[in-house]
């Protein structure tokens, strides 16, 4: 059960930065077998081996020379040798002498097509260290130190960038976490329940089945007795129906439990640099005008996460009696403060304010119906409120500060 969106992120960004680890200790490797060879080494080296080569292949054909001729002399001395079927051939001691010569030769020729064999295997070896050596030679000639620098430092940096991702990327995937881990326990616990319940009907079924199988009423009571004892009622039916009618009842919850999830992973996973608060909207409980006492608590509260731009209605000077200098000294210097011009309202400003720029996000009730082509509209970048009782709260936030008027 992945609910966590930066799972994924995390898992393909470590496989990245393994790549690049991988590929930058090939590098160096590289690069340190180039610092630490010479030239003249590998040509000396790979001389020797061609001496090698060349007597090892003389070798080799020598003994191939010598097998053929064994090979023909047994050939000859076997057209010499008589057959066994004839009794005379047993004792005649010139039948006997070619046997023995004919018989030394095969043993002599077994030995050399061993040597031979073993002689090739080495020919083989030899030839491969060649090729080897060959390889580096040529891999010696056309190496590129300065390239090879330069792209270990292209790896070393494009790492480093990826492991500075992977802690931002576990940074947030912690958080996320965080904000699943009540719901999470309430899945797991729904899910235990519905396990449990499945059991309970698994076992009433073989209540059940024991009982149409029975043969006289004294089995069935027995059957009956069992599932009271089991689950507080002789009728198995009965126990299967309640609980099909939990795991119906769970399956609704857990739906209910991972629409949530989601709806709060996606709210925790969103990269939120800047908000755009319409201040006018935060100005009223319900219908009731506070003036800045919530905007005054809460604020402050955002600033330390977010870049923060309040954007008021041109009518918030005469509502709460204060011009435009007045209201920024309430709120605080540090607060970047907008109030659009007169007869100017000020939603197309906040949502312009936010623009494409998908790490803003705009803090407004409004539903902003007629401007559906606003970058901010379309990608559903707006955060909703509630200030009730002397308390704002911003839930997708996690915000709730208590304020006083």
Same mark, same amino acid.
């Given at each position: 059960?992945?609910?966590?969106?930066?799972?994924?992120?995390?898992?393909?960004?470590? *496989?990245?930065?393994?790549?690049?680890?991988?590929?930058?200790?090939? +590098? +160096?490797?590289?690069?340190?077998?180039?610092?630490?060879?010479?030239?003249?080494?590998?040509?000396?080296?790979?001389?020797?081996?061609?001496?090698?080569?060349?007597?090892?292949?003389?070798?080799?054909?020598?003994?191939?020379?010598? +097998?053929?001729? +064994?090979?023909?002399?047994?050939?000859?001395?076997?057209?010499?040798?008589?057959?066994?079927?004839?009794?005379?051939?047993?004792?005649?001691?010139?039948?006997?002498?070619?046997?023995?010569?004919?018989?030394?030769?095969?043993?002599?020729?077994? *030995?050399?097509?061993?040597?031979?064999?073993?002689?090739?295997?080495?020919?083989?070896?030899?030839?491969?260290?060649?090729? *080897?050596?060959?390889?580096?030679?040529?891999?010696?000639?056309?190496?590129?130190?300065?390239?090879?620098?330069?792209?270990?430092? =292209?790896?070393?940096?494009?790492?480093? @960038? %990826?492991?500075?991702?992977?802690?931002?990327?576990?940074?947030?995937?912690?958080?996320?976490?965080?904000?699943?881990?009540? =719901?999470?326990?309430?899945?797991?616990?729904?899910?235990?329940?519905?396990?449990?319940?499945?059991?309970?009907?698994?076992?009433?079924?073989?209540?059940?089945?024991?009982?149409?199988?029975?043969?006289?009423?004294?089995?069935?009571?027995?059957? @009956?007795?069992? !599932?009271?004892?089991?689950?507080?009622?002789?009728?198995?039916?009965?126990?299967?129906?309640?609980?099909?009618?939990?795991?119906?009842?769970?399956?609704?919850?857990?739906?209910?439990?991972?629409?949530?999830?989601?709806?709060?992973?996606?709210?925790?996973?969103?990269?939120?640099?800047?908000?755009?608060?319409?201040?006018?909207?935060? !100005?009223?409980?319900?219908?009731?005008?506070?003036?800045?006492?919530?905007?005054?608590?809460?604020?402050?509260?955002?600033?330390?996460?977010?870049?923060?731009?309040?954007?008021?209605?041109?009518?918030?000077?005469?509502?709460?009696?204060?011009?435009?200098?007045?209201?920024?000294?309430?709120?605080?210097?540090?607060?970047? &403060?907008?109030?659009?011009?007169?007869?100017?309202?000020?939603?197309? *400003?906040?949502?312009?304010?936010?623009?494409?720029?998908?790490?803003?996000?705009?803090?407004?009730?409004?539903?902003?119906?007629?401007?559906?082509?606003?970058?901010?509209?379309?990608?559903?970048?707006?955060?909703? @409120?509630?200030?009730?009782?002397?308390?704002?709260?911003?839930?997708?936030?996690? &915000?709730?500060?208590?304020?006083? %008027?």
């Amino acid at each position: 059960m992945k609910l966590n969106p930066f799972d994924e992120q995390l898992e393909n960004a470590e *496989t990245r930065a393994s790549e690049l680890s991988v590929n930058l200790k090939s +590098i +160096i490797k590289d690069i340190n077998w180039y610092e630490s060879t010479e030239l003249k080494v590998l040509v000396d080296s790979r001389d020797k081996l061609q001496n090698q080569l060349d007597i090892q292949s003389h070798d080799c054909i020598r003994l191939r020379d010598e +097998i053929t001729q +064994i090979e023909a002399s047994i050939n000859k001395l076997s057209e010499s040798v008589s057959s066994l079927f004839n009794p005379k051939n047993w004792f005649d001691s010139r039948q006997r002498e070619l046997r023995g010569s004919v018989s030394a030769k095969k043993t002599s020729l077994k *030995t050399l097509r061993n040597n031979a064999s073993t002689a090739q295997d080495e020919l083989h070896n030899i030839e491969h260290q060649m090729r *080897t050596k060959n390889e580096e030679i040529k891999k010696y000639n056309s190496f590129d130190l300065d390239a090879k620098r330069n792209e270990r430092i =292209i790896l070393e940096n494009e790492l480093s @960038h %990826q492991k500075e991702k992977i802690e931002r990327i576990s940074s947030r995937r912690q958080q996320v976490d965080a904000a699943l881990a009540p =719901i999470v326990k309430q899945i797991r616990d729904a899910e235990q329940k519905k396990s449990e319940n499945e059991s309970v009907i698994i076992q009433a079924r073989r209540f059940d089945n024991e009982l149409s199988n029975a043969d006289n009423s004294y089995e069935r009571a027995m059957v @009956h007795q069992k !599932c009271e004892d089991k689950f507080g009622t002789g009728n198995p039916k009965k126990v299967i129906s309640q609980k099909e009618s939990e795991i119906r009842r769970i399956d609704r919850d857990l739906e209910k439990l991972l629409k949530r999830a989601k709806n709060v992973a996606d709210n925790a996973s969103r990269n939120i640099k800047k908000l755009i608060i319409d201040g006018n909207n935060l !100005c009223y409980q319900g219908d009731i005008f506070i003036g800045l006492s919530a905007i005054k608590s809460l604020v402050p509260i955002l600033a330390k996460d977010y870049e923060v731009v309040l954007v008021f209605d041109a009518s918030i000077r005469r509502a709460i009696g204060n011009g435009d200098s007045d209201i920024r000294d309430i709120l605080g210097g540090d607060i970047n &403060v907008h109030i659009v011009a007169t007869s100017v309202k000020a939603d197309e *400003t906040v949502l312009d304010i936010a623009g494409p720029d998908k790490t803003a996000f705009i803090v407004s009730n409004d539903r902003f119906a007629e401007f559906g082509e606003k970058p901010a509209i379309r990608d559903q970048r707006v955060i909703r @409120h509630e200030i009730v009782s002397g308390r704002v709260l911003i839930h997708d936030l996690g &915000v709730s500060e208590m304020f006083t %008027q």
